[in-house]
């Protein structure tokens, strides 16, 4: 099996078996976005208190590539500040995905990044006092 090949397999692992899927009873904030070129939805749940993302959830539905990274952004924000959020970028997001991605695949591996980076912007911006 080629690096390529376990990579794919994780990918769809994750898919099948997404971790932090779920809803969260009182999110602290929480934002929803969809990609009309192919009809993924995600929504990312936070609960943040004292600046730290206690926990953070997602919910939707997509192809392979939009659920895992949901997921793997998920695993790796979970305990962070939320300021680092605004750090998390494309690079990154495709590092943790860790196979090509093909440009018209690209909205899907970003459509929870965006997502998350707009609800911790709408939560910055409301505690921005």
Known sequence: MTAE???QEIIL???RNPKNFGTMQHPTVAFRDSN???GDIIEMQLEIKDE???DIKFLGKGCAISIASASLITEELKGKNIQEIKNFNKEKVLKLLAIPISGIRLKCALLALKAVKMAAYNYLGENND
Request: hydrophobic share 15%; glycine share 0%; net charge negative.
């Open 5 to 7: 090949e376990m990579y």
């Open 13 to 15: 692992d994750y898919y």
């Open 36 to 38: 009309p070129s192919c």
């Open 52 to 54: 730290s993302i206690r």
